[in-house]
């Protein structure tokens, strides 16, 4: 016997499109529906060159085109406070 079919035509199971658990053939939800399980970690921020458009939480690894950041003069691969100082430090100065 099917658990997710009964004799009255009802397919039973989770019917949220977002849900992680969705199920494309149910007709009656069945409050099945997970949320939290189908998290997918990678990189959230579509200027970084390994941006994963399926992912769902971003885990820090995110790469950028070294060209795509100019103010990173430390080439930590963010702009901060060490940036802005380091251009400070240089602002007057001749250039030769």
């Known amino acids: 016997m099917n658990p997710y079919w ?8 989770c019917t949220y499109e977002h849900a992680c658990n969705y199920a494309a053939a149910a007709n009656t939800d069945n409050g099945s529906c997970e949320w939290d399980s189908c998290e997918l970690q990678g990189c959230t921020y579509e200027d970084a060159t390994n941006y994963n458009p399926n992912a769902t939480s971003d885990d820090g690894t995110c790469i950028y085109d070294a060209e795509a950041c100019p103010a990173d003069f430390d080439g ?21």
């Open 6 to 13: 009964n004799s009255s035509c009802e397919i039973l199971g």
């Open 76 to 96: 930590d691969g963010a702009v901060a406070t060490n940036d802005l100082l380091i251009f400070l430090s240089s602002f007057g100065e001749a250039c030769f």
